[in-house]
């Protein structure tokens, strides 16, 4: 597996190294800079980041100004970007996350804290790269689909059907986000039974895998299935997902919660609301979401 590539901003020399000492354990490779201005000049001269771990008061350009600058060019957009800062107001935390900040760590902070959300900040990179893969191939078969209904059970199996899924959208890039978070979703919360604070816990620990995988086969989830259903109306796409989980209080989630901005989980569904789709809604206990991708922007 090839070094990940991070980029690391502060004004603060020793938190340069606090940070480089953190993550000394993980041979990441390391570029540390105390600008946002020569920030910004490695993300164009650099070979390409992997994640960003981003200060946001500092002189000069901020964190914000700079999170801003590189969501609105797209060879930077995909970067997953963690805001670092004392700021942790509500409003501050609100609006570093409605800039693009997908984690927010308000300092001081646990190492533990730090190596989850980066780990957390890859793996979700990682599954938006297999979604797109491939994506495009797709593109003039899917555009003759009326209607289709796909069923699966693994997060494995996750990857395949969104480069399938994506390919019908207008910004294929961010479909596959927001889709994922709907499937996987569905498979952890819904169908394994794992909680919000379970997940917490095992993305810090280091166990979330492992506990996936137990709780797949256990006799009372292994036969468990969640069912896509794509629907194609006359301005967009309608994706319906089922799980057979008890459901959840989805309306906890639909907003931002600064309590929760620091936490290496949660923050998925809102995204995908404000984001991804043009319309996210639940159904009865929480086991049935609609997500629908307007079609206007391709004409179709």
Known sequence: M???????????????????????????????????????????????????????????????????RMKADARFRPIPVIMQTAASEPGQVREGILAGAFYYLAKPYEPATLLAIVRAALADLDDREAARRHAAAHVQAMELLDAAEFRLADLAQVGPLIEVLASLCPAPDLAASGLTELLVNAIEHGNLGITYADKKRLRLDGGWERE???????????????RVRVARRP??????????????????????????????????????????????EYQGCGNTVVATVALADRGL
């Open 2 to 68: 090839r070094k990940r590539h991070l980029l690391v901003v502060d004004d603060e020399p020793m938190n340069l190294e606090i940070i480089r000492e953190y993550l000394d354990a993980e041979d990441y490779a390391l570029d540390l800079v105390e600008s946002a201005e020569a920030a910004w000049r490695r993300l164009e001269t650099a070979p390409a980041y992997d994640l960003v771990i981003l200060d946001r008061m500092m002189p000069g350009m901020n964190g914000i100004e700079l999170l801003k």
């Open 212 to 226: 996936v995988a137990r709780r797949r086969a256990l006799p009372e989830y292994r036969d468990r299935q969640v």
């Open 235 to 280: 301005d967009c796409f309608e994706f319906t997902v089922s799980d057979e989980g008890g459901g959840f209080d989805w309306r906890r989630y639909l907003d931002f919660d600064p309590e929760r901005a620091a936490d290496p989980n949660g923050r998925g569904i809102a995204m995908a609301r404000l984001l991804y789709f043009s319309r996210l």
